[in-house]
């Protein structure tokens, strides 16, 4: 579904925010960008502002007009800052604009267009989209630099994308510790039973304490590891007690 997802850059001035770009996609799972009559490309500032997304720029498409970069697109939503006095549909958040691009984009092609970096999209380009977006932003500075544009659109949505039941996407997460078996949390506890008797902790096997205590390390879930650990610990302090 991402794959359907294109990004397609007007007339970009600054060879660099094509690279920007390009990083701000592939952190969004996003991989198809179209440039239109981009002021300067290939360029080295491109590659190097990429910063590991330069597959996406040597193998971004170079086409001569709007018209040609979304011809084959089911919905095309132009991003500006300014409302044009044109009846397009118009998302005035951008999370409604991505659940509709991303379910469009589960059968065809779609395309989010952003426009040259000093004045945004023509009139006449605006003519080749189906909706509008803008991003809210301060009222009295609203200017984001194009990259940026790119980054808070991909991230809504990459965001809509993932929270569709058959996307399958788990979040990266640390490999958990394999959790101990009953076996060796039963010796961990008579281990303990054991030390806190010779301690003097208390003087006879208590039902109550114990219980607790067992209730205690259910909630904590340690690892293995943090099991061996805690048993090195007791191990450490028989060591030191005197002797029955």
Known sequence: MLSNIRIVLVQTYHPGNIGASARAMK?????DLVLVTPRQFPDPEASRLAAGAEDLVDTARVV???AEAVSDCVQVVGA????????LPHFDEPDEMARDLVEHAADDPVALVFGRERFGLTNDEIRCCSHQVSIPANPDYGILNLSQAVQVLAHELFTAWRRRPASGYRPPRPSQERQPTREQLGHFHEHLSRVMQRSGFINQPHARTEAQLEALFARAQPSRKELSLLRGLLASLEDHLPDS
């Open 80 to 87: 500006s800052a300014r409302l044009r006095s044109l009846p």
């Open 64 to 66: 001569g007009s709007l």
């Open 27 to 31: 952190t969004m799972g996003l991989s």
